[in-house]
């Protein structure tokens, strides 16, 4: 593994050498805390964040590194019209390990072309959030010790989050797991992961029933309705708060059931759920800071390497997504493969 873009960049023995570093960073961060001194992380933030940016400085600064960069594009360069492959040349030029996060599908991927050294995906549109899986395993297996043979409950906005995306496929790889997938049918999980389940053979459900579906669950994932991600306000208005969790329906759910939420919420989890100790969204967050240390220890202690520079594309790019990168930056390789954009996974057309 030299960059982090999909979680699927990992091998199931790498996350289990790395769930072992976080747990023992848990236990005894002391002992770590030089561990990158002299490394430096730069943080590309195009898109607002909270716990993925702070967590992700907070880590490189536990472990004896610094860190460079922006929370604001309009601070660097790109808002002059710089190239994102010239940003990258200069900033994996000076940095040991870059983390981005962007509206962009597919950017960090295209950004790993041209770095020196490791890029991290912290997030690319509603595409995938691959540090965000790795925060959720995390907190699963520190809870129940493993993560097989267990159901699995997404219950919000199935489309647009790309944290729902990226925890069903690494999920998927476990003995025994089942997904209850709970949305509104224009909110439901994209066409190429249900294909993805159904090619697999792991058992799915689509229901729009959360309470319905409460007492089955052993895990419940809420998300937040996007509003980022609609083109129409109105169709936001029509579909916010559309399931809200309250201590009322947690009486329906088994004694063990774990609640877990990316964050930030809305108002999908009532206030009065958080003294119940089956949620666990906030030591969710926590956990984010261990692994995340886990993940720079294992990647920015590597030497650079300069990228092999490819010449300028010249056939044209078939992706139909309006937010994939291959829309702006015209210049990237055609990585397409069996009919699937290799930047945002978008089936082309
Ligand atoms: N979970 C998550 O990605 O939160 P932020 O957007 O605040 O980073």
Same mark, same amino acid.
């Given at each position: ?14 996350w289990n050498s ?7 960073i ?8 030089d561990a ?5 992380m ?6 607002p964040?909270?716990r993925?940016?702070?967590s992700?400085q907070?880590?490189?600064l536990?472990l004896?590194?610094g860190?460079?960069?922006f929370a604001?594009?309009?601070t660097? +360069?790109?808002?002059?019209g ?13 940095a040991?390990?870059i ?12 950004a790993?072309?041209? +770095?020196?050294?490791p890029v991290i ?5 509603g595409?995938?959030h691959p ?6 395993l995390t907190?699963i297996?520190?809870r129940?010790g493993s993560l097989?043979?267990?159901n699995?409950?997404l219950c !919000?906005?199935?489309?647009n !989050?790309?944290t729902v995306?990226s925890?069903?496929r690494?999920l +998927?790889?476990?003995e !025994? ?5 709970i949305?509104p049918? /224009?909110l439901a999980?994209?066409e190429y992961i249900?294909?993805f389940?159904?090619?697999?053979g ?8 959360? /309470?319905a579906?409460?007492? &089955?669950?052993d895990?419940?994932y ?5 509003? /980022?991600?609609? +083109? ?5 208005e ?10 009322q329906?947690m ?6 059931m ?10 999908e ?8 100790p089956r949620?666990?969204?906030f030591?969710?967050?926590e956990?984010g800071?261990?692994?995340?240390m886990?993940?720079?220890l294992?990647?920015a202690s590597?030497?650079?390497?300069r990228p092999? &520079?490819s010449?300028? /594309?010249t ?6 997504n309006p937010?994939c990168?291959?829309r702006?930056e015209?210049?990237?390789?055609v990585l397409d493969e069996d009919?699937?954009? !290799?930047y945002?996974?978008?089936k082309?057309v």
């Amino acid at each position: 593994m030299r960059h982090f873009i999909d979680f699927e960049d990992m091998s199931t023995a790498e996350w289990n050498s790395l769930y072992s570093l976080a747990s023992d960073i848990m236990a005894h961060p002391r002992d770590y805390v030089d561990a990158l001194r002299g490394r430096v992380m730069a943080s590309l933030f195009f898109e607002p964040s909270t716990r993925t940016n702070f967590s992700f400085q907070t880590a490189m600064l536990k472990l004896g590194g610094g860190v460079f960069g922006f929370a604001d594009a309009n601070t660097s +360069s790109v808002s002059k019209g710089e190239c994102l492959k010239d940003t990258i040349t200069m900033c994996s030029s000076y940095a040991d390990v870059i983390t981005m996060r962007t509206p962009v599908e597919g950017m960090v991927k295209a950004a790993s072309l041209y +770095s020196a050294c490791p890029v991290i995906n912290a997030g690319d549109g509603g595409h995938l959030h691959p540090t965000q899986t790795l925060t959720d395993l995390t907190t699963i297996t520190e809870r129940r010790g493993s993560l097989e043979n267990m159901n699995v409950g997404l219950c !919000g906005d199935l489309k647009n !989050g790309r944290t729902v995306h990226s925890l069903i496929r690494a999920l +998927s790889r476990f003995e !025994g797991v089942s997904f209850f997938l709970i949305s509104p049918r /224009e909110l439901a999980v994209p066409e190429y992961i249900t294909k993805f389940l159904g090619e697999k053979g792991i058992r799915f459900v689509e229901t729009t029933n959360l /309470e319905a579906t409460i007492p &089955q669950l052993d895990v419940l994932y809420m998300t937040r309705v996007q509003r /980022e991600r609609f +083109s129409d306000p109105a169709e936001y208005e029509r579909l916010k708060g559309v399931y809200v969790l309250n201590a009322q329906k947690m009486k329906l759910a088994k004694r063990e059931m774990m609640v877990l939420h990316p964050l930030p919420r809305v108002d999908e989890i009532a206030l009065d759920v958080d003294p119940d100790p089956r949620a666990c969204y906030f030591h969710q967050a926590e956990c984010g800071l261990y692994v995340r240390m886990a993940l720079l220890l294992t990647l920015a202690s590597k030497e650079k390497a300069r990228p092999e &520079q490819s010449l300028p /594309e010249t056939r044209p790019h078939r992706c139909k997504n309006p937010r994939c990168i291959t829309r702006t930056e015209a210049y990237l390789p055609v990585l397409d493969e069996d009919g699937v954009c !290799g930047y945002c996974d978008s089936k082309l057309v």
